[in-house]
């Protein structure tokens, strides 16, 4: 916190408050929360826009999951070819 000697004097430079540079010190302009001066149907419209955000970018990654990764090779190699075919041939 800042020292209550340092605030008045600054108080008494500046001409205002005590309570005036202390509001000046821990609340400027730029702390005031932007939801704060927002209507109701712009509030509305910012929470479904982040839900909208949130539900919709990892559906669209989980549809477009084939096409962001290769597709993987499905074929036995050439040994276990051969011991299917073996025992294929064996049954019959």
Same mark, same amino acid.
């Given at each position: 916190?800042?020292?209550?000697? &340092? =605030? ?8 205002? @408050?005590? +309570? ?28 479904? &826009? =982040? ?8 559906? @669209?990654? +989980? ?30």
């Amino acid at each position: 916190m800042i020292h209550r000697a &340092f =605030i008045n004097q600054v108080a008494r430079r500046a001409g205002g @408050s005590e +309570l005036q540079v202390i509001r000046q010190i821990h609340k400027g302009q730029e702390a005031t929360p932007p939801m704060r001066f927002m209507s109701m149907p712009e509030r509305f419209g910012l929470y479904f &826009f =982040i839900c909208g955000a949130f539900v919709i970018y990892p559906t @669209s990654v +989980l549809m477009r999951l084939d096409n962001l990764r290769p597709k993987p090779d499905n074929s036995l190699n050439e040994e276990a070819l051969a011991e299917r075919e073996r025992r294929i041939a064996a049954r019959h």
